[in-house]
């Protein structure tokens, strides 16, 4: 990094910087802390004393401090220097095994670095650096890339797309509002801030800016002194002579003689290195096995030789090291091809190595505060020994780079960067170096196996990319020869005895290293020279020629003959020869456009590669030529034979001369073509025959003639026709095609044509035959050579072959890719082809010809086509594969006929050819094609059905049509006299003399009574208008009237032809349209008479959504009695009962739902949940086997939901069906299970969702209450009366259950008690009932769904006697209502009315099941529960393990006393409940109590905040509340304060309540089906609160529920208000749950993506000191930035290795989570640790398409919408099934592991 103030400490640097050795010698003024070549640190200083009291030490140390006073002559810098390193090296880098890091750079910095920085710059390092960063830097950046490091390029701005800026200085620049990419690095690159020859504009950041702080203009830079710059001459040699032999050393055993000062002691290591052959898993084994160590100690070992390149792994004397060497190497040979490379290292070797790097670290650092010291270090470096023909050291250093290890080659590399291209002079000077061993640095390279990001050849970007350096290279270094000379060089092996290229049995490995070379040329011809010097043509051309020779080795490779008889046994390598085919296209194109630029250098360059296409054209000339006739003209051909004779499709010299012979008309160079090329030379005959049997082998192959040949030639003929390789394949033999079709005479062209095809005797007489299979592959062919002659004649959008831009052609691709289909921006652009800068040009021209639809909550915009570019549509496009010619053939036709419009699809006009075509339009109306053209049409007029196809007609019908529109545009432009083009006279002139002769006009004629053509009709009519149109034309009519009027005639004859047949059409859609319109009203009519006589069945359908509200609703309607909307209380509201009908979907059979019938399940998944927490941090148990879920903590950590897809079965088929998939699965080991059987898992069989159980579905049982008897009772059962009762009932119990202990009874309970056991009855006075009994089906489905809730939710095994279940099940009931709560209320929907139907259907289950699994368990367990639980509300019950009223969530203690209630009934010889009367009051009273104790609950906790300004407000609810807030006052001792306003009490209160009183709604609507008010089917906030009240059986001042029961709760608020837990959290002592609970939601992500990239960059992770980039993911739940797949965060949970994600998952979302990684732009969702799935993230491009592994690189921004939708997947619960359909679309073999993420 160029910028010192920027840059900050690396890794190696962290401990620099304290304090001087002697303090009293030297003035110290600044403390700049963090520089590796800064002061020493303080134990650093220690230790200088420590050197200074050892004698040799000090004086050493002296030496160097008083060096600046001494004379050049008389100090030898270099002894000295050598020797102090001698002396030091081997003792601070003695411990490699174990080495204590901070130590060692403590020692480095005190015996070396120190004092050497006080030599260098003669004064306190500090002030010295501090004076170099205060004077500016450099205005380029310079900043090295590490691998992921998010880059960006402007679009708008780059010279070409290897220009970019590292994150800061794109976020300061102007580049930010552009078209800008976003990648990621792949490591190694560079910062190109600053260079004036990467950008067009905006060179420069802000920082960077002349006169910006922390930067200066590059002459203002600080000066150092002649002084300073004399002693970096003499340290600087020093230095660097030392660093370079030391890496290049290759003695293991000895030092070089200056080094060696003491007496060499036996003490070895040995050293593995890195390489790319071995995975980690085979190194840690080698090691383990060689070494006998333990696992963690190889798998040290091994993150150190992957990270640094290689390792000591073991030390002591040499035998023993050498054993262990060859114990490694044997190991190793056994796992793979071949061994681990090891070394036997002295450790004074090792020592030196080590500090060598050390010192390189210093000079990188170094080299960024001076221009000055790069100059300097750059002279060094270059300067070459006088009279020796050595290297200089940088090129020593370039050489060696193979060898070094991976840490050695990064010190390298950033050595090089912070150096020589930090200096443009020198830069080139390093160029030129490079150059010079351009050879051998890329042989060393490409026989490595290390990665590209890691070898010196990877610096060719920075130099052959810059303009001006790539000019000076080509110029003086001639780099383009080098490099061609190169890629020929390195692959000498693949060349055959005819010095062709032939992969078969090739390296991947090696020819991915080729590309390397490949791409450097690319490099070099980015940009194109806007001045050609002479000596510039002269190297360009000896370039160019010399690549030629690489392109004479490809043209005719791999030869190809066709298989006849027996099938090919095995498919030949094709991959290679096509992927250099690509990698050469754009190089190709660059080639071809360099000369475009210069006239004189087109043509000897088109001269030279002629002469190259005819050395290569000479094989087959051996062979006599044969004569072939038709329609009186002759041919003289050699004999060839494609399916006969070799032939390949590989032609790059043909190809290249193509695209030169285009540049050469588009210039109008081609008029001088004969002073390079003579006539006689140039044989266009010979040039058109190699793309011409390319063309006849790709149409065999559609022939299926060459089937025997497998595979790899059908994959060849595709890549042949793709958009990645066409450009320089396809499209250039199409050119050739036309270059041929202009020279030659049209007759003799087309003669060569049909001989090449093989259909020389289709168009003579025809020799009957019956092998279909022939006659097929001649239709084929026929099919294949129209289509060709088509696209030969009328495919004109090329530049130079027509008068069009590189614009036009863009639109023109455009328009037909979206004549198939509107299609996405990424779709489009995969379809166009890229340019060198790999740009499609698609933006500057997609807004002319379509407009953008955006994209809704899912999928992506879409592109569709402007009407008026219809008329462009070409249906034999010849970009078009067979797929989407179909496809655009029948869109627009559908089109068309929507419209009332004709189906013909005639060719829109065609550009004219340019001069050097012109000649192209001949072929048309020659002799041959007219006898083709009539031929075919006489064979379908003849109805010779097995001799022409539907397909060769509309081709035929095509060129007519051409050839119409041709002659039409002629005449249109010039007199009639001047145009040569006669088509119209070709055309209707006979045939032949004969007496049954026809011409093409007669035949269409006829061909419109062919009942097979019945399609092709309208174009007939349309080719028989423009003949009609054209003779006008030739009879000199007026030029300007017809070319006006043409249109309006082709619209008048087309109506006077077809008016009866498009009136007729008309007639037969209205008709069809009256018809649909009658059917409709019968249907209706009938469907409502329908819906009339069977209203029952529909009233109890379960499947209609909301049908509960709208039946009841019916009812109340209907019925005489109005109902009043009271779900508790005497008054409560009739139950509505239901005859419930359902269907299975398993056996399609339905029953009726009663409690004595088979049990009937819905699928359903039961899942632990942290969708409420109100506090992320607290640490979640993952096992419950000690746990106690009685009680809901009121933050609400972690629940249990239960969800439901909806879908019935019988409990029976449900049972098969889970043994029939445990069944298959077990014989499917090998496949990836997407759910774990063992645990219950399986999909349900109709909707796919994931499930774990079923809930079983029990009828709600009607309840009518006696309106007399409810007034008797409401007269004597109070509260106070009912608290009597209860705990009386309890004490009886208790005296019963544990007889002796003494009973705590409330004092409101002793008063007047009489005789106990008539007491302990008093109970049921009121009204018992028997209680329901259950069918076994449905007591057995009732223990299953209880065992599961109980097994998911506390992550134990199944019991199905343990006491915690009854407690799950309320607990799942309770959470699962308040999760949809909180959902109905996060979307803005109302209480009622708008569930999903699988919503609805699961509730009612859910809380119905909740209400009879109290029947299966002991009901003295569940006694003991309701005891627990009252306990929190009737503090005389409290026990040891009650919580405070603060510590519990008031709605799970409803759920939970509601439910268990009724087993107080419960009586040894009967079991009773309570009856309709009794669980009124009971419901009544229980709901009461507990919301007077959530009042309480929330004035305590969330009323204490500071009133806001608001006029004061004196109504009846505020002046409750302040009455109530003094009682709290007085019962807290003075802790709660009255002072605060009575209102602002109320409004909390309100507001508080509102989520526990729609829950409470919610359940007892489910619980009793008691039909809600209306106001809760419609969202209104006030109207709410006061139905809620009405439905709740509450007063709307709840403040009033105090005063109306104030003798009874006086007491017990009290007892709440004394609790020490409630106290400690008055005085601020601990903090309580405030309501309302605020509602989660997914983090807030900022809108433009790139802040998140900024600050993925700026993440360092926590448990690794090394600056590596790593993959940060965000957990979109809490914010938590994780290092994501790496071993330095994985962490062991209960035994097993768990990634950052998984780990963070159990604790965040209870194994459940959503994280959104960063540098790839992908949403992974996870369950547990095995499951997961990736999902879109929700930010998209401006084109409304997301960017997965940024490979577009596209600016994004979020979508709300998207994210919302994520949200809700969150909050529904859907997580699990999302993952589970994703697997089962994905299904995979070997997955992801995802406990590693």
Same mark, same amino acid.
């Given at each position: ?1326 009204? %018992? ?6 069918? *076994? $089906?449905?007591?057995?489905? =009732?223990? &299953? !769904?209880?065992? #599961? ?120 010889? %009967? ?6 009367? *009794? $669980?009124?009051?009971?419901? =009544?009273? &229980? !709901?009461?109590? #507990? ?134 959290? =008055? ?140 949200? =809700? ?29």
């Amino acid at each position: 990094m160029a910028d010192g103030a920027d840059g900050g400490p690396g890794a190696a640097g962290a401990a620099g910087g304290c304090v001087p050795v002697q303090p009293q010698e030297r003035a110290m003024c600044s403390t700049t802390s963090g520089c590796m070549i800064s002061k020493p640190s303080q134990s650093a200083g220690c230790m200088m004393q420590d050197y200074l009291n050892d004698s040799a030490g000090a004086s050493l140390i002296l030496k160097w401090m008083v060096m600046t006073q001494w004379c050049d002559e008389r100090f030898n810098f270099q002894a000295t220097f050598l020797q102090c390193l001698a002396k030091h090296v081997p003792n601070i880098y003695s411990a490699e095994m174990d080495p204590l890091l901070e130590k060692q750079e403590e020692m480095v910095q005190a015996a070396i670095l120190y004092p050497l920085e006080c030599y260098l710059f003669g004064e306190d390092p500090d002030i010295f650096l501090e004076k170099l960063q205060q004077s500016g830097t450099s205005q380029l950046c310079g900043k090295v890339f590490k691998g992921g490091e998010t880059t960006y390029s402007c679009r708008d701005c780059a010279v070409d797309p290897t220009c970019v800026l590292c994150m800061d200085c794109f976020q300061n620049s102007i580049h930010r509002n552009h078209r800008y990419k976003m990648h990621s690095s792949t490591g190694g690159g560079f910062c190109d801030c600053g260079d004036t020859e990467a950008w067009k504009a905006g060179p420069l950041c802000t920082k960077h800016e002349p006169g910006a702080s922390g930067s200066a203009k590059e002459n203002s830079e600080c000066q150092l002194n002649e002084e300073i710059m004399e002693h970096s001459r003499r340290v600087f040699p020093s230095v660097i002579k030392y660093i370079v032999d030391m890496l290049i050393w290759e003695e293991e055993k000895e030092l070089p003689p200056e080094l060696t000062i003491r007496e060499k002691v036996d003490s070895y290591y040995c050293v593995l290195f890195n390489d790319e052959h071995h995975s980690y898993d085979h190194v840690i084994f080698s090691l383990q096995r060689a070494l006998g160590c333990e696992l963690g100690e190889a798998q040290l070992h091994t993150t150190a030789i992957d990270k640094e390149g290689r390792r000591a792994v073991k030390a002591g004397h040499y035998a023993s090291c050498q054993e262990a060497k060859e114990e490694i190497k044997r190991h190793s040979e056994n796992i793979s091809q071949r061994p681990l490379h090891a070394e036997v290292l002295h450790a004074d070797v090792m020592a030196h190595q080590k500090f060598a790097l050390r010192l390189g670290s210093w000079l990188n650092k170094l080299m960024s505060y001076s221009s000055d010291f790069r100059q300097i270090f750059c002279q060094i470096c270059l300067k070459e020994e006088a009279g020796s023909e050595k290297p200089c050291f940088i090129s020593k250093l370039m050489l060696w780079d193979a060898k070094l290890h991976k840490g050695a080659r990064k010190v390298l590399h950033e050595l090089i960067f912070s150096s020589f291209f930090m200096e443009m002079e020198y830069k080139k000077l390093f160029a030129v170096e490079f150059v010079k061993y351009y050879k051998a640095l890329q042989k060393e390279y490409i026989s490595d196996d290390h990665d590209r990001v890691l070898s010196v050849t990877a610096l060719s970007v920075q130099m052959f990319t810059v303009p001006t350096l790539a000019r000076h290279l080509i110029e003086e270094q001639n780099v383009i020869t080098t490099i061609t000379e190169t890629l020929l060089e390195v692959l000498p092996e693949y060349l055959d005895k005819n010095d062709k290229f032939n992969f078969q049995g090739y390296s991947q490995d090696k020819l991915n290293r080729v590309y390397a070379v490949i791409y450097d040329l690319r490099y070099v011809l980015v940009s194109k020279p806007t001045l050609w010097t002479d000596r510039l043509r002269e190297r360009f051309l000896e370039g160019f020629v010399s690549f030629l020779r690489i392109l004479t080795c490809m043209q005719g490779m791999e030869e190809i003959k066709r298989q006849i008889g027996q099938h090919i046994e095995v498919d030949p390598d094709w991959e290679a020869a096509i992927a250099i085919q690509m990698q050469l296209k754009n190089i190709l194109l660059m080639f071809q456009e360099w000369c475009a630029c210069d006239e004189e250098l087109l043509l000897k360059a088109y001269s030279e590669c002629h002469k190259a296409v005819m050395r290569c054209s000479t094989n087959g000339r051996s062979r006599e030529k044969t004569v072939f006739h038709l329609c009186g003209h002759t041919l003289e051909s050699r004999p060839y034979r494609v399916s006969a004779d070799p032939v390949s499709i590989h032609l790059p010299l043909s190809r290249t001369l193509a695209g030169l012979h285009v540049r050469l008309s588009k210039t109008g160079t081609i008029s001088r073509l004969h002073e390079f090329v003579s006539p006689e030379e140039f044989q266009v005959e010979l040039l058109v025959e190699y793309p011409l049997r390319c063309l006849v082998l790709v149409a065999q192959v559609a022939a299926e003639m060459w089937r025997r040949n497998g595979l790899s030639l059908i994959s060849q003929v595709f890549y042949y026709q793709d958009v990645k390789c066409r450009e320089e394949m396809y499209d250039k033999d199409i050119i050739m095609l036309q270059i041929g079709a202009s020279l030659m005479d049209p007759n003799q062209f087309l003669l060569l044509i049909l001989q090449r095809y093989e259909l020389a005797d289709a168009f003579k007489k025809m020799k009957p035959t019956k092998d279909q299979d022939l006659i097929k592959q001649c239709n084929v062919l026929i099919e294949e050579m129209l289509q060709i002659l088509i696209y030969v004649v009328g495919e004109r959008y090329v530049p130079g072959v027509s008068n069009v831009t590189k614009e036009d052609v863009i639109m023109r691709e455009i328009i037909h890719l979206l004549c198939i289909e509107p299609m996405a921006h990424s779709a489009i652009t995969k379809s166009l082809p890229e340019n060198e800068n790999n740009e499609t040009g698609l933006e500057s021209v997609i807004d002319k010809v379509a407009t953008f639809k955006k994209p809704g909550v899912s999928g992506h915009g879409v592109y569709e086509l402007k009407d008026e570019c219809l008329k462009e549509f070409n249906m034999f496009f010849y970009h078009y594969t067979k797929t989407q010619h179909s496809k655009a053939e029948h869109t627009q036709k559908k089109r068309r006929k929507q419209e009332n419009r004709d189906e013909a699809l005639p060719p829109p006009p065609p550009p004219g050819f340019s001069p050097a075509f012109s000649n192209v339009v001949r072929i048309l109306n020659c002799d041959v094609m007219m006898h083709i053209l009539r031929t075919i049409l006489q064979r379908a007029v003849e109805l010779e059905t097995h001799l022409w196809t539907e397909a060769m007609i509309q081709m035929v019908l095509h060129l007519l049509s051409l050839g119409l529109l041709e002659e039409k545009q002629q005449l249109q432009k010039s007199p009639e006299e001047e145009v040569t083009f006669d088509f119209y006279h070709k055309a209707t002139r006979m045939g032949s003399s004969a007496l049954n002769a026809v011409n093409v006009l007669m035949l269409l004629e006829k061909l419109k009574r062919v009942p097979q053509l019945e399609a092709q009709k309208d174009t007939v009519n349309w080719i028989l208008q423009m003949f009609d149109t054209v003779k006008r034309l030739r009879e000199k009519s007026s030029l300007t009237t017809v070319a006006a009027t043409s249109g309006s005639e082709a619209t008048k004859s087309d109506e006077s032809t077809q008016d009866k047949e498009k009136a007729e059409r008309k007639r037969k859609a209205e008709a069809a349209r009256l018809h649909r319109q009658k059917i409709m009203a019968q249907m209706s009519a009938l469907q409502r008479n329908f819906i009339e006589t069977h209203k029952l069945l529909y009233e109890n359908t379960l499947e209609a959504p909301g049908k509960e509200d709208a039946i009841m609703e019916e009812e109340s309607m209907s019925s005489a009695i109005d109902y009043s909307k009271i779900a508790l209380g005497p008054k409560r509201g009739p139950s509505v009962a239901e005859k419930e009908v359902l269907t299975c979907i398993l056996c399609q059979e339905e029953q009726e739902v009663k409690l004595e019938s088979a049990a009937m399940v819905l699928s359903a998944c039961v899942q632990k949940s942290t969708a409420l927490t109100q506090n992320r941090s607290r640490i979640l148990e993952l096992s419950g086997d000690t746990l106690d879920p009685l009680f809901m903590h009121p933050d609400l950590p972690c629940g249990t939901h239960t969800g439901s897809c909806g879908h019935v079965m019988h409990a029976a088929c449900w049972q098969k069906y889970f043994e029939a998939m445990q069944l298959n699965f077990r014989q499917r080991l090998h496949v990836e299970q997407i759910f774990d059987l063992e645990n219950g898992e399986y999909l349900c069989p109709l909707c796919k969702s994931l499930c774990n159980t079923v809930i079983p579905i029990v009828p709600l049982q009607a309840q009518k209450i006696n309106s007399e008897d409810a007034e008797a009772v409401a007269q004597i059962l109070s509260l106070a009366r009912w608290l009597e009762i209860i705990i009386v009932r309890i004490s009886g119990y208790s005296v019963k259950n544990a007889k002796g202990e003494k009973q705590n009874l409330p004092a409101f309970a002793n008063k007047g008690m009489g005789n106990s056991a008539l007491e302990f009855h008093s109970i049921l006075s009121f009204g %018992v009932q028997s209680s329901a009994k259950y069918s *076994s $089906s449905i007591k057995e489905m =009732l223990i &299953l !769904f209880a065992t #599961t809730i109980y097994r998911v939710g506390l992550k134990v095994a199944p019991n199905e006697a343990d006491y915690r279940i009854p407690m799950m099940t309320w607990s799942t009931c309770a959470f699962t209502i308040q999760c949809i709560e909180n959902l109905l209320e996060t979307e803005g929907k109302p209480l009622f009315g708008s569930l999903q139907n699988r919503q609805h259907s699961g509730l009612k289950a859910l809380v119905q099941f909740a209400a009879a699994q109290r029947t299966t368990s002991p009901q003295v367990l569940i006694q003991k529960h309701l005891i627990r639980l009252l306990g929190v509300l009737l503090p005389n019950l409290k026990g040891e393990d009650t919580p405070s009223l603060l510590e519990v969530d008031m709605f799970h203690i409803l759920v939970g006393v509601v439910l268990s209630f009724p087993s107080l009934y419960w009586e040894d010889a %009967v079991d009773l409940q309570p009856s309709s009367i *009794s $669980s009124a009051y009971n419901h =009544l009273y &229980l !709901f009461h109590l #507990t919301t007077l104790a959530h009042i309480t609950q929330i004035v305590v906790s969330s009323a204490t905040e500071s009133p806001t300004a608001r006029s004061p407000d004196n109504s009846e609810e505020a002046r409750s509340a302040q009455s109530f807030c003094r009682e709290v006052c007085q019962y807290t001792g003075g802790c709660f304060s009255q002072d605060i306003p009575g209102w602002l009490v109320w409004d909390c209160v309100k507001k508080g309540i509102m989520p526990y009183l729609r829950c409470a709604a919610l359940f007892f609507h489910y619980l009793l089906g008691v039909s809600p008010p209306e106001e809760l089917l419609q969202v209104s906030e006030e109207g709410q609160f006061k139905a809620l009240c009405s439905y709740l059986s509450l007063p709307t001042n709840l403040f009033l529920l105090f005063q109306e029961y104030w003798d009874t709760v006086n007491p017990l608020l009290q007892r709440w208000c004394a609790d020490p837990v409630v106290l400690s959290c =008055l005085k601020g002592k601990s903090i309580a749950v405030r309501y309302p609970r605020k509602r989660n939601s997914l983090i807030e992500l900022p809108e433009d993506y790139s802040c998140l990239l900024n600050q993925a960059s700026q993440f360092r992770c926590p448990r690794s000191s090394d600056d590596e980039q790593k993959h940060p993911v965000l957990c979109l739940f809490c914010g938590a930035m994780l290092c994501s797949q790496n071993t330095c965060c994985q962490e062991l949970v209960n035994g097993e290795e768990l990634g950052a994600c998984t780990s963070h998952a159990l604790q965040c979302g209870a194994g459940v989570c959503m994280f959104l990684k960063i540098r790839e732009c992908k949403v992974v969702l996870i369950e547990g640790k095995t499951r997961g799935c990736l999902y879109p993230a929700p930010y998209l491009d401006e084109y409304g398409e997301t960017d997965p592994g940024l490979k577009r690189g596209n600016p994004l921004h979020l979508c709300r919408e998207r994210y919302r939708k994520l949200h =809700l997947l969150w909050q529904q619960h859907c997580i699990i099934e999302e993952i589970a359909r994703s697997q089962e679309t994905n299904q995979i073999f070997f997955g992801f592991n995802w406990q590693l993420l």
